[in-house]
């Protein structure tokens, strides 16, 4: 069955370092997002997606960046992990329609 | 920009009553507008959509109502159970495929 997964599933790193978040879906869609979310804020749009070479800003995206090199994978790198960033972190993919896919999140803290 | 306003933030219920849950939005171009559901530790999940060419849809015992004019749209859940128990979303979209997300609803139903 296709599936969307999220590596790790937990995570503490330090201040400073460079961390990678892993988003793999297999649905075949173009378009993939990243989500933080923070109690009180709800779901946040970090960068998406819409194919290949293609990536885009989205509202909370300073200090994190997204590359796509294949239509399956969109890595989501913390350039420099503050403790503003320790968050839940939800990667999602869809269609040709708005259906979100989400995965089953990655809980970040740094310390 | 997008910009999605949800009330309640917590919403406290009697088992077997109705819970009714508001968006606001600000985008007069938002054209689909879904409802997700996420119990704790999990990912959301999609439970509800329209479009804006339709008023009301209904799916057993949730609907949504949406008001074009007045920008607001409603998720209606009626003979509530506990495992209704969770955070609601609400959330817009364009013509992009992005999603804007309200801060969510804490849903709790008591036996």
């Known amino acids: 069955d296709a599936e969307i997964t999220q590596s790790p599933r937990h995570k503490i790193t330090e201040t400073g370092r460079q961390v990678t978040l892993a988003c793999h879906q297999t649905?075949?869609?173009?378009?993939m997002f990243w989500y933080r979310q923070d109690l009180g804020h709800g779901l946040r749009l970090i960068h998406y997606s819409y194919g290949v070479h293609d990536t885009n800003k989205g509202e909370v995206s300073d200090g994190y960046s997204v590359s796509r090199s294949n239509t399956e994978d969109l890595p989501l790198t913390l350039e420099s992990a503050a403790s503003s960033q320790t968050s839940v972190y939800f990667c999602?993919?869809?269609?040709?329609?708005?259906?979100?896919?989400f995965g089953s999140g990655t809980r970040l803290t740094v310390v | 920009g997008e910009n999605v306003e949800q009330h309640p933030s917590t919403l406290s219920v009697q088992e077997g009553d109705s819970a009714v849950i508001k968006c606001t939005y600000s985008?007069?171009?938002?054209?689909?507008f879904p409802w997700y559901k996420q119990e704790l530790g999990k990912r959301p999940q999609l439970i509800i959509d329209i479009r804006s060419n339709v008023g009301e849809k209904k799916d057993q015992r949730i609907a949504v109502t949406l008001n074009k004019t007045a920008k607001h749209f409603s998720l209606h859940i009626t003979e509530t159970q506990p495992e209704d128990s969770a955070v609601y979303f609400c959330?817009?979209?364009?013509?992009?495929?992005?999603?804007?997300f309200g801060k969510g609803t804490l849903l709790t139903v008591n036996p």
């Open positions: 999602a993919s869809s269609g040709d329609s708005y259906g979100y896919t």
């Open positions: 649905w075949n869609h173009n378009n």
């Open positions: 985008d007069s171009a938002s054209n689909y």
């Open positions: 959330a817009e979209g364009g013509s992009n495929y992005k999603l804007t």
